[in-house]
């Protein structure tokens, strides 16, 4: 019997409702007690004033690279990443090799995650190779345990397939995860269609791509009475669409990363391939419209799009760079600075985004800080001020755009599966 | 004589208007030099300067080899016709193991914007830029504001039109920021599907209707039409631009008054440019080409010497 008695912390949960500074009594994975006072002679206490204590985090979308790419992250040193980030869950992506469209694959990666104290949940490929043409075995990857279905990196484009996957996918209440973008309007583009791009001759994404296409899934949906999940919305246009589709009752939610609320297209005039994804780092209202989604609840969740790639690989210029940062370690830094510190979101609203929310689109068991509830807890220190080193960070990538940024806002640990990660 | 604020030539984006003063200033040197029976000086005697080209180019690397040699520099040059990703080692890779061979200025064309930009910031030499895909071509848009300097006397309030497809143009770009910065009224023109995003937000007129354009011009620049991507994908047929768009005697005679051509080259006679235009009276082309290697010298000397 292992107990942990965390003191003097602020409980923080959104589903309960819990504001309190509290003690908190783990007894083999449980939550055992809650109260003030607490004391139990076998147990390990750790001293939590001044820190907050939240229901795991959870970021429904991060590339773990296996199997196939481990050069750039595997599930080990992603799931250290993500435990770093206060992350105890997160949905990996499918553009493995191979891809994660057999039940086989979705075995490997829970058999790799076995016995970490971060849940990693496969998001499994809506079709076949992820090329668009014909559905992979959605059942079957469901029952082996694949929380949602996305082609991430490519769009779902072809508006047959689409409608199959949205109907097909209704059956398991689980949502399509969809890359929203127009592949006839994508000639190479390296950034944001925008003056920036204009000035710097770099082959571009328009806004209208994106826009143009979760347009036409909300159609779609609302067709066919599907489950739809955008994943890293980022234009204004998306988010209006969007809004447009919850007001009408759809079976509608958005993700939005802490990059597409932070940054802007204006950041690629320095050519450092570390400001390349895709979708692109927009114009500064798009970075507004995307903290007025969070703040309206159109966007449901904040995810990282945790995207590894080797230095070498992203030292290149910036054209032939590939796309994607890492996100996991600065996620929860970026979010405290950028929505809670200007107001944009309460505390309980933020948790929501980062642990409730994607918990429920994925179907994952809700979380609640309640006696006799697993322990599954997010540590945070909301007053911490740190600089971003990317030196320091768990994941073997160190393709991140805020290497040197000042945050407030930083994960102290987690606890999960019995396992008690402190930051270090 | 004065040195450069500027270490690297990348763009002309970022660079002053002394800075564009002293090159334009420094160029009239060199056109003397290139005019002696021997034109050679001994300038860069025991500089090194490697030619990077990525990209095929002719007219580029014989202009920028020219004024090396004429400065008295070392040359080497070293040419791929495939971008550095599909041979295998990196842009970076090929520049540190040239570097480390001590050389001195790495002139470099590449097909990528902002390569140059990308090395710079992790090399030691000094870097010239040739042409970086579509983002800038500095030395081509220095001769032309020589060449115009040449025959107007000044930039200052000079009307310059610059035709053709502007998006995927680096010496459309370089020439407005150029210009832009030595207080000439920049206007472009050439079909709408041809005009880069937002455009407008930089301080240029945009024409759709080449008489229109011709009258607001003192100076025409007319940048050459890529055949082989362009007519079916950008606009309807080389016809349809021509008839449209392509500078004509007609249409320049009907303006009863002079008016400058120039083109970066090569042209396309028949397409953007008749060739009574290219070879009449209007045109400074060729005398474009031989400024193009006093620029390039004067280039290559203010930042070949200028100190640490």
New interface residues.
């Given amino acids: 019997m292992t107990s942990i008695l965390f003191k003097n912390a602020r409980i923080v949960d959104p589903v309960t409702q819990t504001d309190t500074e509290q003690d908190l009594l783990i007894v083999d994975g449980t939550i055992e007690r809650l109260g003030p006072g607490l004391s139990s002679p076998d147990a390990e206490e750790v001293n939590l004033r001044g820190k907050t204590i939240v229901p795991g985090l959870c970021d429904m979308h991060v590339h773990f690279r296996e199997p196939g790419f481990e050069h750039k992250e595997d599930i080990r040193s992603g799931s250290a990443a993500a435990a770093a980030g206060g992350f105890t869950a997160v949905a990996c992506m499918p553009n493995t090799h191979p891809t994660i469209d057999t039940a086989a694959v979705v075995s490997f990666i829970f058999q790799k995650a076995q016995g970490l104290p971060v849940d990693v949940y496969p998001i499994a490929a809506i079709t076949k190779d992820r090329k668009g043409e014909s559905l992979a075995p959605l059942l079957e990857l469901r029952e082996a345990g694949a929380v949602g279905f996305s082609d991430d990196g490519s769009p779902l484009f072809n508006t047959k397939v689409l409608r199959i996957a949205l109907e097909y996918a209704s059956m398991l209440d689980v949502p399509i995860i969809q890359h929203a973008e127009d592949p006839n309007l994508f000639t190479g583009g390296a950034m944001n269609?925008?003056?920036v791009?204009?000035?710097?001759?770099?082959?571009?994404i328009?806004r209208l791509s994106e826009d143009a296409v979760v347009s036409r899934d909300i159609m779609f949906t609302a067709y066919v009475n599907g489950r739809y999940h955008l994943a890293h919305m980022s234009t204004s246009g998306a988010a209006d669409a969007v809004r447009d589709a919850k007001a009408r009752g759809l079976r509608v939610t958005a993700e939005i990363t802490p990059h597409h609320f932070t940054l802007t297209d204006e950041a690629v005039r320095s050519?450092d391939s570390n400001f390349k994804m895709n979708p692109p780092l927009r114009t500064a209202d798009d970075v507004r419209a995307m903290k007025e989604a969070l703040r309206d609840g159109i966007a449901d969740a904040i995810a990282t799009d945790h995207a590894p790639h080797a230095t070498?690989e992203k030292?290149?210029?910036?054209?032939?760079a590939p796309f994607g940062i890492i996100g996991l370690e600065t996620a929860v830094g970026l979010a405290v600075t950028e929505l809670l510190q200007e107001n944009w979101l309460t505390l309980p609203q933020l948790i929501e985004k980062l642990s409730t929310n994607p918990r429920r689109i994925l179907g994952l068991p809700e979380l609640r800080i309640e006696e006799g509830m697993k322990a599954n807890l997010t540590l945070l220190d909301l007053e911490a001020q740190w600089t971003v080193d990317v030196h320091r960070f768990k994941s073997k990538s160190r393709n991140s755009p805020f290497h040197g940024m000042t945050l407030t806002g930083k994960p102290v640990g987690i606890y999960n599966n019995g396992q008690l990660v402190l930051a270090d | 004589m004065s040195s450069l604020q500027i270490n690297h030539l990348l763009g002309l984006q970022h660079v002053s208007h002394e800075d564009i003063t002293l090159i334009l200033d420094s160029t009239d040197t060199f056109l003397e030099i290139l005019e002696r029976p021997i034109k050679k000086v001994p300038t860069l005697q025991g500089k090194t300067v490697v030619n990077l080209f990525f990209e095929n180019s002719t007219r580029t690397r014989i202009s920028f080899e020219l004024a090396e040699r004429r400065l008295s520099a070392d040359v080497v040059n070293f040419s791929a016709s495939t971008s550095s990703v599909s041979k295998g080692e990196t842009l970076l890779d090929t520049a540190l193991n040239i570097e480390a061979m001590k050389v001195d200025i790495v002139v470099m064309r590449h097909s990528a914007a902002g390569a140059g930009h990308f090395l710079s910031t992790r090399c030691t030499s000094r870097f010239i830029n040739a042409g970086d895909g579509a983002h800038e071509h500095p030395t081509q848009a220095l001769l032309d504001m020589c060449t115009l300097r040449q025959k107007h006397g000044t930039l200052d309030g000079l009307n310059v039109c610059i035709m053709g497809d502007i998006a995927h143009s680096r010496v459309a770009r370089s020439n407005i920021y150029g210009l832009l910065t030595m207080g000439a009224n920049v206007a472009v023109c050439g079909p709408s599907s041809m005009m880069p995003y937002e455009l407008e937000r930089l301080r240029v007129r945009i024409f759709t209707n080449v008489e229109e354009a011709l009258q607001f011009s003192d100076a025409v620049n007319v940048l050459r039409i890529q055949l082989e991507r362009d007519a079916g994908a950008n606009f309807p047929t080389l016809r349809e631009y021509h008839n449209s768009f392509g500078i004509t005697r007609q249409r320049l005679d009907r303006l009863g008054r002079d008016i400058t051509v120039l083109h970066p080259g090569p042209i396309n006679r028949g397409v953007e440019i008749e060739s009574e235009v290219a070879d009449g009276a209007y045109s400074v082309i060729l005398p474009q080409v031989t400024n193009g290697v006093a620029i390039r010298m004067a280039v290559l000397y203010l930042i070949g010497t200028k100190a640490e």
């Fill in positions: 269609e925008s003056i791009s204009t000035e710097l001759g770099l082959p571009s328009p050519f070498f030292e290149v210029e910036f054209v032939y």
